[in-house]
């Protein structure tokens, strides 16, 4: 996360993206981290990660009282959020879901078809 600009901001640069909050006293944060990396890699997707010890105010901006915590953003909005327990099947095919709606919906440029996509 690039300091001088907000977390916020950063997210809304892309059309999916990653959120993962942790600290580094947790041992379920530290082993989750490598695969989120992993996957955040796989799916070609940005991961920004913020320390919630270091940066308690990032937290509460998100409304996370645990960690660990992984948000995903579409077009810089929350859409899915996994804490404590992070099942990871479940994350990775709401990103599949969302990387679909959004491929069909630049490719049809309609907000109607994005819907249509999600409610499959």
């Known amino acids: 996360m690039q300091k001088n600009q907000p977390i916020q901001e950063q997210l809304d640069q892309h059309p999916l993206a990653l959120l993962y909050l942790s600290q580094p ?5 530290v082993a989750d981290k490598p ?6 890699q796989t799916q070609q ?3 920004f990660t913020i320390n ?3 940066e308690p105010e990032a937290a509460s901006l998100f409304s996370v009282l645990t960690v660990p ?3 995903l953003f579409a077009n810089g ?3 899915h959020r996994e804490a404590r327990i992070i099942d990871f099947t479940r994350l990775t095919q709401q990103i ?7 491929t069909s919906v630049e490719e049809q440029d309609s907000y109607e078809s994005l819907f249509d996509q999600l409610d499959e």
């Open 96 to 102: 599949l879901r969302y990387q679909k709606a959004l």
């Open 25 to 29: 006293n947790c041992s379920i944060c």
């Open 35 to 40: 695969r989120i990396q992993t996957l955040a």
């Open 77 to 79: 909005k929350e859409v």
């Open 45 to 47: 997707l940005p991961l």
């Open 69 to 71: 915590v992984v948000l």
């Open 52 to 54: 919630t010890l270091a």
